[in-house]
């Protein structure tokens, strides 16, 4: 079966913990989530999702209409079977999904402030995916759309050694950008890299203190067809190699944010359902607006996805999407 897209990286099981006992201290940029030590909180809400990077991606593309897979690896665990299910559920085919004998699936612990930020801590499980687990002969897609790889960069290879006219969309996790001189090596090919603003300041080795125009420019050296830069509630950037262009998009601001957890996988799927679809560069921007706006309005990565029939419900006027000048 040839699918429009099939989403590589990894599914989680969530757990989402919201206590009055827990304080945000700090200013803007380094604030802390702090509670007492050898305290025992109260809890007052708790939510159970599926997560990571593999299958978020894949439920945006599905309830956006588009024929999607996704390459994921879990455990035979009750997480996994958490996993499984949710996939199910979507319609989402799971044949590409490899299951581990006797170990377990990535596990989140998110600690849920006040005021929506996160901290979140993960267990990782023995489900980073490998290539031996991968079904290569199977892969039959127009589109490859890349996550977080726990570090596992030969993935990434073996997609552009194996895969014939595949346009592979990244967004690295962590653990790859840690890897920044083999990161940068590997980005011939690639049709769109989509990264946050902090994430692309470590990847071109420049500090914090540069001017967006700075990072602009110097990111537009990088040699993919389209750069996505993420900034938060500042919105977001996307070049266009062929044009010569940066495209700056603003957010939903009378959107309510509620809970962050998602909020970069969402954006960047959108994105890509909107390429994938052959729209215009200002209609994927507002896909991609929409999509991490409705997530960050509900608790966990996947309860505001977006189908198409939602899509009525924001207005392109309340968006700012324009071309820049520097």
């Known amino acids: ?29 380094e604030k802390d989530i702090c509670v007492r030590y050898g305290a025992k909180l109260e809890v007052n809400e708790i939510h159970f999702d599926s997560g990571g990077g593999g299958t978020n991606s894949a439920f945006t593309f599905a309830r956006q209409g588009l024929k999607v897979a996704t390459v994921v690896q879990i455990g035979d665990d009750f ?9 199910t559920e979507e319609q989402i085919p799971i044949d590409l999904v490899n299951v581990q004998k006797n170990s377990y699936t990535d596990y989140s612990t998110i600690l849920w402030a006040p005021d929506g930020g ?17 079904l290569w002969d199977k892969l039959e897609a127009k589109w490859a759309y890349v996550s977080s790889l ?7 290879k073996n997609l552009k050694l194996k895969a014939n006219n595949l346009r592979i ?19 011939s090919g690639i049709t769109l890299l989509n990264l946050n603003k902090e994430e692309m300041e470590e990847l071109l080795a420049i500090g914090n203190q540069s001017t967006i125009e700075d990072l602009l420019i110097k990111a537009q050296r990088l040699p993919c067809d389209y750069l996505a830069i993420t900034d938060d509630r500042r919105g977001a950037y996307l070049w266009d190699r062929a ?14 944010r509620f809970e962050t957890t998602g909020a970069g996988d969402a954006f960047g799927s959108g994105l890509v359902t909107g390429l994938v679809k052959g729209e215009k560069l200002e209609h994927c921007l507002y896909l991609a607006a929409a999509n991490a706006s409705s997530v960050v309005s509900q608790v966990g990565a996947k309860k505001g996805i977006l189908k198409e029939s939602d899509l009525s419900n924001w207005s392109k006027e309340k968006l700012n999407i324009e071309k820049m000048v520097f």
């Open 169 to 187: 969309v990244w967004n690295p996790g962590g653990r790859e950008l840690q890897q920044r001189e083999e990161v940068l090596s590997l980005l």
């Open 243 to 256: 044009n010569a262009t940066w495209w700056k998009s603003g957010i939903f601001e009378d959107s309510p």
């Open 1 to 29: 079966m040839m699918f429009d897209v099939i989403s590589f990286g990894t599914a989680t099981l969530d757990v989402f913990l919201r206590s009055p006992g827990m304080e945000v201290e700090g200013r803007d940029g």
């Open 150 to 156: 726990e570090g596992n960069l030969e993935i990434i």
């Open 118 to 134: 996160r901290t979140i801590l993960v267990y990782r499980g023995k489900t980073r995916l490998e290539v031996e687990n991968v």
């Open 79 to 87: 997480a996994g079977q958490e996993v499984l299910a949710d996939l």
